[in-house]
C-alpha cells in the first residue's frame, strides 16, 4: 500500500539527532550515496515522500512540517503522526539537496527520478477556483499575481525557445527554462519587452560570483539589488530621477518582482523556510534603479566597468536597504563627501572592517557640488576610501570586529588612528541617481564581501 520514506543526506549520528527532536514515527533513510535523492528528486533535504501503492510518487514534503506530514497521515488513512504539543518544534526547513548541485564548472545536476521527470516545460493546469487566489497562495510574494496563462506566457516569450534552460537558481537549484521564467514575469506584471533584460539578469544571478544560494539563505538583510545602465533604461521605461527607490515606474517594479518571484519560486527560498533573514529587507519585493547618466557628470557604471556607453548592461549586488545621506549645509566637495564617509562607516556593522562593500548613490544636486571643484569619478573613489575608517580608540571592549583588528589596516584620518574600513576603492561603487531637487544621497552596504562572500556582477543586455 502507500507509503512514506523520509530522505536524509546527513550522518547517522545527526539523523538520530533529527529523529529524536521530531519525534519521528516512520522510516528516515541516510542517503549518503544520493541514490534515493537521485530516484525521488526532492529539492531539499530532508524530504518526506507519501508513495502511492502504484509506485508513483503522490505528495513530497521538503524539511519537517507537522501539518504538512499529518496531511500526508491523512491521505493513507491514518491518524496524525505529529502531534501538536510532543517537545518537538512545529516547523523546520530543509536545506538544498546535494544530489541537484552540478559537479563541476559547467556541469547539471542530474537526477535519475525513476517515477518519471517532470521535464523542463512549466506546468499546465485546469483549476476550478479563482485564478488570482490560487496564484496569490501558490506563488505569491504574498502581493496577488496576474495568473500566467498559455495564452500570456506565449505572448511574453514572443518567439523564444521555451525549453531553453537559462540556469539553476539556487538554493534548490530548479531550471529556469525561457518557459518558467516567461511564467514569472506574466505574474510580476512584466511587460513582453522587459525579457530582453531579464533573460541576462537570470543569468547574473546564477553566476558563481554572485552566490545567490549564501544570499538567499543567509539570516543577514540581503537581497539582490539590480541597477540598470545604456540605453534600455529609456527604451523600457525605468526610472533613475525622482523616487528612484520607490514604486515610481513600471519597469522597475516588475523587474524586481519577476527576479524576487523566481528567486521564489524556481530557487525554493521562501521567507518561511531557506530564507533564514533574521529581520528581512522590503527590498524583498523589488529592488531595480536605473542610473541618471544624463544628470551625471562622470561616466556610468557600466562604462565604468569597460562597457561602451551604447551598450545596455544590469549589475546585481547582494544589498542593504539605502542609508539617507542628508547633507545641506555644504559648499564643497569635502564637506558632502565626509557626510558621506560617515554613512559608510557604519556599513554592516560599525567596527567591522575589510569584508564589505557598498554602493554610494549620490544624488545630482551633490554631484554637481563635488564636480565644480574638478573631481573625477576615480578622484571621489579615492577620497572616500581614504577618508572612511573607524577611530581605534573605538575598540576598547567587545563586539563585532573587536576580535579580528590584527586583520585591518590603520591608517591616521584628520589627525586620528583608525582602522581602515574598506580593502580598496573598488569596494565602493559610485552612481548618479535620484531627482535634481533635494541635497540627498544614500549608502548601501553589502553582505559579506569577496570569494567567501558575494561579489558584484554585470552582464550586456541586447
Avoid at 530564507?275 to 531595480?288: E, I, R
Avoid at 544628470?295 to 546585481?316: K, N, Y
Avoid at 564636480?371 to 571592549?397: C, M, S, W
Wanted: glycine share 10%; hydrophobic share 40%; proline share 7%.
Amino acid at each position: 500500500g502507500a507509503h512514506v520514506i523520509g530522505i536524509s543526506q546527513d550522518s547517522d549520528v545527526l539523523t538520530r539527532q533529527f529523529v529524536e527532536q521530531t519525534s519521528a514515527k516512520f522510516p528516515i533513510e541516510i542517503d549518503q550515496d544520493l541514490q534515493l535523492s537521485r530516484a525521488y528528486d526532492p529539492f531539499a533535504v530532508p524530504a518526506f515522500v507519501l508513495v502511492g501503492a502504484d509506485g508513483y510518487i503522490k505528495r513530497t514534503q521538503i524539511g519537517f512540517d507537522k501539518d504538512e506530514l499529518n496531511a500526508v497521515a491523512e491521505e493513507m488513512g491514518r491518524r496524525p503522526i505529529a502531534e501538536a504539543h510532543d517537545g518537538a518544534p512545529h516547523r523546520k526547513p530543509g536545506c538544498s539537496s546535494r544530489h541537484r548541485e552540478p559537479s563541476g564548472a559547467g556541469a547539471s545536476p542530474e537526477a535519475l527520478n525513476v517515477y518519471g521527470s517532470t521535464g523542463t516545460r512549466a506546468s499546465r493546469i485546469d483549476l476550478s477556483e479563482d485564478p488570482y487566489e490560487y496564484c496569490f497562495r501558490e506563488f505569491g510574494d504574498p502581493l496577488p499575481v496576474i495568473p500566467p496563462t498559455v495564452e500570456r506566457v506565449d505572448r511574453m516569450m514572443s518567439g523564444l525557445v521555451p525549453a531553453e534552460i537559462i540556469g539553476r537558481i539556487p538554493p534548490c537549484y530548479g531550471e529556469a527554462t525561457v518557459e518558467k521564467i516567461a511564467a514569472n514575469a506574466v505574474m510580476a506584471g512584466c511587460e513582453p519587452a522587459m525579457m530582453s533584460v531579464l533573460l541576462p539578469l537570470v543569468r547574473a544571478v546564477c553566476d558563481e560570483r554572485f552566490n545567490i544560494h549564501g544570499v538567499q539563505a543567509t539570516t543577514h538583510f540581503a537581497a539582490p539589488l539590480i541597477i540598470v545602465n545604456g540605453p534600455v533604461r529609456r527604451r523600457l521605461g525605468f526610472a533613475c530621477g525622482q523616487n528612484v527607490f520607490s514604486n515610481v515606474a513600471r519597469a522597475n517594479s516588475t523587474l524586481g518582482r519577476a527576479l524576487q518571484l523566481i528567486l521564489r519560486n524556481l530557487g525554493g527560498a521562501t521567507p518561511t523556510g531557506i530564507d533564514m533573514s533574521t529581520l528581512g529587507n522590503p527590498a524583498k519585493f523589488a529592488y531595480c534603479i536605473g542610473e541618471n547618466e544624463e544628470e551625471s557628470p562622470w561616466e556610468p557604471l557600466h562604462v565604468e566597468l569597460g562597457f561602451r556607453p551604447e551598450q545596455s548592461a544590469i549589475t546585481l549586488f547582494a544589498a542593504e536597504a539605502p542609508h539617507g545621506v542628508s547633507e545641506h549645509r555644504a559648499r564643497t566637495a569635502r564637506g558632502v563627501l565626509k557626510a558621506v564617509t560617515r554613512a559608510l562607516a557604519t556599513v554592516w556593522s560599525y567596527r567591522v572592517c575589510a569584508g564589505v562593500e557598498a554602493f554610494v548613490v549620490i544624488g545630482p544636486e551633490h554631484a554637481r557640488t563635488i564636480r565644480r571643484e574638478g573631481l573625477t569619478k576615480q578622484d571621489v573613489h579615492e577620497f572616500l576610501f581614504n577618508n572612511t575608517g573607524i577611530p581605534v580608540r573605538a575598540y576598547d571592549d567587545d563586539g563585532d570586529g573587536t576580535n579580528q583588528t590584527h586583520l585591518y589596516r590603520e591608517i591616521t584620518i584628520d589627525g586620528e588612528r583608525c582602522y581602515q574600513k574598506f580593502r580598496s576603492p573598488d569596494a565602493i561603487g559610485i552612481i548618479v541617481a535620484g531627482g535634481g531637487a533635494g541635497k540627498f544621497s544614500a549608502v548601501i552596504g553589502s553582505w559579506a564581501a569577496g570569494s567567501r562572500g558575494s561579489q558584484r556582477v554585470t552582464y550586456p543586455c541586447p
